[in-house]
């Protein structure tokens, strides 16, 4: 699924956007039987403070998001938009719409990242460019076209977002409670980050959801994952995010938290989204 760069620190379209499904890169899942069948799908939430501190800046939150994952012959499709408004104690509100549009290959191998984003109706400055890595568990490396001559080596190791959702989708199915991966995901003018998810006990599918959509009947786990700036010396991280992850790649209703507050994103209505005939 929001984009980490949203008034609220680094915000959640990475948290999103590395949860967004896709295949799984060869090589990443020694010892599972299958990868996770990921179901492609259009979702809406519905954004809100979900909790402050007496600290905290920030006194309100409240928007909406968009978020559309497609399937191609070639890979996986994202679009994600969202509108929220942020209330802070000495500016006032801030009003941030977003675009974020990424392809990712199904050999989890080459990735296209397109970033738009407005604040109050004023654009700021976009991020686009591509990624590649030169093999399986091989380093590459990520160019920017927006802002121009920008670049990243990328380590051997590091995945894109779609890979990393089906290797922790089928890490949860294996039992792992524990796994720490550098992903790239393009939402920021930067290198891999490293994201670091505690896995919980299986939960079983819940009739209640169900009857909102059959996407819905289907089991998951309790994912925290905490998302770690590219400094390497970093030892905390920008912000944590927390949901109930479905075996088909979907996520239910999320907490983005950074600390001294914490953004809710309530899953309003899902749809399924057709695969191709290829």
């Known amino acids: 699924m929001i984009d980490r760069r949203v008034g609220i620190g680094r915000s959640a379209t990475v948290a999103l956007a590395l949860l967004v499904p896709g295949l799984l890169v060869p090589g990443l899942s020694a010892g599972i039987a299958a990868a996770a069948e990921i179901a492609p799908h259009r ?13 905290a800046s920030v006194t309100g939150a409240s928007g ?23 209330d802070y104690t000495e500016s006032g509100d801030v009003n941030i719409a977003s675009n974020y549009v990424t392809w990712e290959a199904k050999d ?16 700021e400055d976009g991020i686009r460019g591509a990624a590649q890595l030169d093999g ?7 160019d920017f076209e927006q802002p121009p001559g920008k670049s990243f080596k990328l380590a051997p190791g590091v995945t894109f977002p779609s890979a990393h959702t089906i290797f922790l989708i089928d890490q949860a199915k294996a039992g792992t409670n524990f796994i720490s991966k550098h992903v790239f995901d393009g939402a920021a003018v930067e290198g891999a980050v490293l994201v ?3 896995i919980g006990p299986k939960v ?13 009947n289907r089991p998951g786990w309790r994912v925290r994952l905490a998302f770690f700036p590219a400094d390497p010396k970093a030892d905390q991280p920008d912000y944590e995010l927390g949901m109930l992850l479905l075996d088909n790649g979907v996520s239910r209703d999320m907490v ?9 994103a309530k899953l309003d209505d899902i749809e399924p989204l057709p695969k191709p005939k290829c």
């Open 256 to 264: 983005i938290d950074y600390g001294d507050y914490a953004i809710r």
């Open 136 to 142: 399986a568990g091989k380093g590459g490396a990520a």
């Open 64 to 86: 909406t998001m968009a978020y559309q994952w497609g399937e191609s012959c070639s890979g996986w499709t994202i679009e994600q938009n969202y509108r929220l408004k942020m």
């Open 204 to 216: 079983e599918p819940d009739a209640e959801a169900a009857k909102k959509s059959p996407l819905l």
């Open 196 to 198: 670091s998810a505690v």
């Open 43 to 55: 979702a809406l939430y519905t954004m809100s403070l979900s909790r402050t501190s007496g600290d």
């Open 108 to 123: 989890g191998l080459r990735y296209r990242f397109n970033q738009k984003e407005t604040r109050d109706g004023a654009e």
